[in-house]
């Protein structure tokens, strides 16, 4: 079982709703990121968060907005989103970002995301 | 060229037949590489960290040629539960932990 826990699991949303995704994890890793996949792709990295710290924004556009409340927390918050947004979303983490060879990053299950 | 490339698939094999997934890198300076299997609506999950001595793990064995920039996995006696889809991932750069994935490699085993 993965030890990065995402909800909700399934989200249905309109054009103009506002929501959120949650993520959280406690094995004291001090990396999170944010990815998109779509069927058949690959993820694509969309943020990453170092020691509480945006570290990186994949040129994601701002009805996408990431938050770390803490070390253990992630929010991805979401407005005016389009159709072609629906994907997976996968959070991830891992002890540092960058470092030694092998850090490794761990998925949570993601949260499906219907625009509708 | 593509930073991390793979063989798409699929790959029909009957059970316990012997299955090798290759994957190549464009940066030579590349330090970290994995193996992560996703199963179908799942999330990506770590298989196998691939070192330069090559490891191996049960049925799996995991090989990296740095000279040529690639990197193997070799699955031995496939079981009906190894169908899934195999993701190549690189790490360029021990500075940042920017995931290069490659396409992913899918596998299906037939009884």
């Known amino acids: 079982d993965t030890e990065v826990t995402q909800t909700p699991k399934h989200l249905v949303m309109g054009m103009t709703n506002k929501k959120s995704l949650k993520c959280e994890q406690h094995?004291?890793?001090?990396?999170m990121y944010w990815y998109k996949q779509k069927a058949k792709k690959p993820p694509e990295l969309m943020f990453v968060y170092s020691y509480e710290k945006l570290s990186i924004n994949e040129s994601v556009p701002s009805r996408f907005s990431p938050e770390c409340p803490n070390s253990s927390l992630l929010n991805l918050h979401l407005h005016a989103l389009q159709p072609e947004d629906s994907a997976l979303y996968l959070c991830a983490s891992s002890q540092d970002y960058g470092g030694p060879p092998g850090n490794t990053i761990y998925f949570g299950e993601g949260s499906w995301l219907t625009v509708v | 060229r593509k930073e991390v490339e793979q063989d798409p698939g699929p790959f029909n094999v009957p059970e316990g037949a012997t299955v090798a997934f290759n994957c190549t890198y464009s940066?030579?300076?590349?330090?970290?590489f994995f193996w992560y299997r996703q199963d179908c609506r799942k999330e990506p999950k770590l298989l196998m960290s691939v070192y330069s001595s090559g490891n191996e793990d049960g049925r799996f064995t995991a090989q990296l040629n740095r000279a040529s920039q690639y990197i193997s996995l070799l699955i031995r006696d496939s079981k009906l539960s190894d169908s899934a889809t195999y993701l190549c991932v690189v790490n360029p750069s021990s500075n940042t932990g920017k995931l290069i994935f490659g396409q992913g490699t899918t596998l299906q085993v037939k009884p």
């Open positions: 094995m004291g890793h001090r990396a």
């Open positions: 940066n030579s300076a590349s330090q970290s």
